[in-house]
């Protein structure tokens, strides 16, 4: 039987590491001021959320969303020991594209140096922090069905350029950084039904769609764009707007309903999961979701203490995270699961 296997992971987090006692000093481009711009505090930032610090790509610009999915793809591909010319499918999830249109995949594609008449399938997916189980479904499928045979997915995030570094805007701000994390997935013949991806399900509730959102423009209306994007007053636009606390209780109960519902449909116990990997949006949902989950402690991996939420990089980045430092092995096997803006969610069970 044809079932998908993971053959490389990798991840890529920018050099700048902000530090909660950074972060009231930032302006809007990011820069550090003498001067408080924003009233928040360190033990605030940890004890309602966990993040202790975040990783920022330069000010300046001279880094896309593209150019940190081409670092961790690389890395993926290397672990793979794969050629990037063999690769025949990107799935790129992020909520963050480098512009507009078209979709990012097309700009990573180029900067692998893989593009031309033969260049390979190139999908662009959103679903925010849910994007990389949502992608590895669809990866899946796609390996599975023979569609493909080496499909490079990523979910890559640049979120620095685009928080309100304001008081206005802090509840939000706090949380999120820069970063990718990918995986190469191919097709494996074998018997063992437990081998490679075992299991993907996902959902949404479009109900709580304005619940957590980015507007940047409404198309629906003309001028799309009717603010001046200069002005912190008028630009409330551009940046995410949450309900944080319905957020919260949605995300915990997904996250529970979801894992325990993987590990019913699958027939598996924690005896067969070696590692919990919960998406990282705050540390406070994945300690409530690990209470009423019943997942043993021990086998919780969390990462946002040292990378914010990185939304569609989290499940990947803290996965190679902590196969870095030792704790993650090949052939592990993982039980994935994450909430987001849509709201979305989904679990997913696989090997490493
Ligand atoms: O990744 C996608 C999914 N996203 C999430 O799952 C995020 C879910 N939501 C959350 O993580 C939390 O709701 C937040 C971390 C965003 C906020 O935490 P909270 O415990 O729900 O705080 P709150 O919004 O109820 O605010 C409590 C107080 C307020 O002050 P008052 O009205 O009590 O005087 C806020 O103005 O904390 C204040 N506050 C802050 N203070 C210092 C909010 N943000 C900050 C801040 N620094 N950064």
């Avoid at 949502?134 to 990523?154: E, F, H, I, K, S």
């Avoid at 009717?226 to 996250?255: C, I, S, T």
């Avoid at 690990?290 to 919780?300: D, H």
Wanted: aromatic share 10%; with cysteine.
């Amino acid at each position: 039987m044809r079932r998908s296997i993971l053959l490389g992971l990798g991840s890529y987090v920018p050099d700048r590491v902000v530090t909660n006692e950074e972060i009231p000093y930032l302006d809007e481009r990011h820069e550090r001021r003498a001067e408080v711009q924003t009233e928040t505090s360190d033990a605030w930032i940890r004890t309602r959320t966990g993040v202790e610090a975040r990783r920022y790509v330069p000010a300046g610009g001279s880094m896309a969303c593209s150019d940190l999915a081409l670092e961790a793809s690389r890395r993926a591909i290397a672990d793979a020991s794969i050629e990037a010319r063999e690769i025949d499918c990107i799935i790129y999830a992020t909520l963050s594209p480098d512009i507009h249109f078209p979709g990012t995949a097309v700009f990573l594609q180029s900067k692998l140096g893989i593009s031309g008449e033969e260049g390979c399938a190139c999908y662009d997916i959103r679903q925010q922090c849910s994007g990389f189980v949502y992608g590895l479904q669809m990866a899946d499928a796609l390996v599975r069905t023979g569609t493909y045979r080496r499909v490079l997915l990523v979910g890559a995030e640049l979120h620095s350029h685009s928080l309100d570094y304001s008081t206005r805007g802090r509840d939000v701000m706090v949380l999120f950084g820069d970063g990718a994390g990918a995986v190469v997935i191919g097709p494996s013949e074998t018997d063992d039904e437990r081998a490679g991806v075992l299991y993907t399900r996902v959902g949404a509730d479009g109900t709580g769609a304005w619940d957590l959102y980015l507007k940047v423009f409404e198309i629906s209306k003309a001028p799309y764009v009717w603010y001046d994007a200069a002005d912190r007053e008028q630009n409330l636009v551009k940046y995410p707007q949450m309900n944080g606390k319905r957020v919260f209780l949605h995300a915990v109960r997904h996250m529970v309903l979801a894992s325990q519902r993987a590990l019913s449909e699958t027939g598996l116990g924690w005896n067969d999961i070696d590692w919990f990997v919960p998406h990282q949006a705050n540390l406070r949902i994945n300690e409530a979701v690990t209470q009423y989950a019943e997942i043993p402690p021990e086998k919780v991996l969390n990462s946002i203490q040292l990378y914010g939420n990185t939304t569609a990089a989290s499940v990947p980045l803290t996965l190679d995270h902590w196969r870095r430092e030792g704790k993650v092995r090949e052939h592990d096997r993982v039980l994935a699961t994450v909430f987001g803006s849509g709201y979305t969610w989904g679990a997913a069970i696989f090997q490493i």
